[in-house]
């Protein structure tokens, strides 16, 4: 399997679940992206990691958890989320986290909060 | 600071004709260019970039993009529209140094009519 890979697709949950969101690239970068994608609103940068190490965290409130277990795998961990969380979430790739790289997206994650 | 418009928020073409896409851009470097396509419930796929050299790229699909530095454009066109590239259309900018995040645009809505 090649590019980028999320699961769930699609997701639903109540404010008091927990749940993981799972990210997977087969292009062997180095750099690994969370975006939230509201409607009518540029995508939204949550989380930068390099070679498993956050490098960034754009604000994010803290029931969205992130982990990077190594350099193909991205997890986002969901936990007492509101109605507002609700959008999708992409995932990207690239090979680095600083100077010149294209990033690929992977199909996103729709979650709905209830 | 950095900022991505796209002023056109839903365009509809006939099929078979010509488009226009813009872009403009607030940048205090010239930075990286970026247009990707997102049909509906897919992630965002990359139709070209602008790195350096000749400032009219070519992509997939057969889109291109001119880089006017002037006028802090980045214009996406195609010559003849086909009804699979109705679709959600982002442009995006990226640093040429320091982290590799990229600054999205609110996107453009294309509709093709038969």
């Known amino acids: 399997e090649t590019g980028v890979t999320q699961t769930p697709r699609h997701l639903v949950m109540g404010m008091t679940n927990k749940k993981s969101l799972k990210c997977e690239q087969h292009l062997g970068h180095n750099a690994m992206y969370w975006y939230k994608q509201s409607a009518k609103k540029p995508l939204e940068l949550m989380f930068v990691y390099s070679l498993e190490e956050r490098v960034e965290n754009n604000s994010v409130p803290s029931r969205f958890s992130p982990e990077c277990p190594n350099s193909s795998h991205l997890f986002l961990h969901l936990h007492t989320l509101q109605p507002e969380d609700s959008a999708l979430y992409l995932c990207a790739s690239s090979p680095s986290s600083s100077g010149v790289g294209t990033q690929y997206f992977g199909p996103g994650t729709r979650l709905l909060v209830l | 600071a950095q900022s991505v418009t796209q002023p056109d928020i839903h365009i509809t073409v006939s099929e078979g004709a010509s488009l226009e896409l813009r872009c403009n851009y607030s940048?205090?470097?010239?930075?990286?260019l970026f247009w990707y396509v997102q049909s509906p419930g897919q992630g965002l796929q990359l139709l070209l970039k602008y790195f350096s050299g000749d400032t009219l790229v070519q992509g997939i699909k057969g889109f291109e993009a001119e880089f006017k530095r002037s006028q802090s454009s980045f214009n996406l066109r195609k010559p003849s529209v086909h009804w699979s590239d109705a679709a959600e259309y982002f442009c995006?900018?990226?640093?040429?140094?320091?982290?590799?995040?990229?600054?999205f645009g609110t996107g453009t809505r294309l509709t093709v009519i038969p």
């Open positions: 995006a900018v990226g640093a040429r140094t320091g982290a590799n995040n990229l600054f």
């Open positions: 940048y205090g470097a010239t930075p990286y």
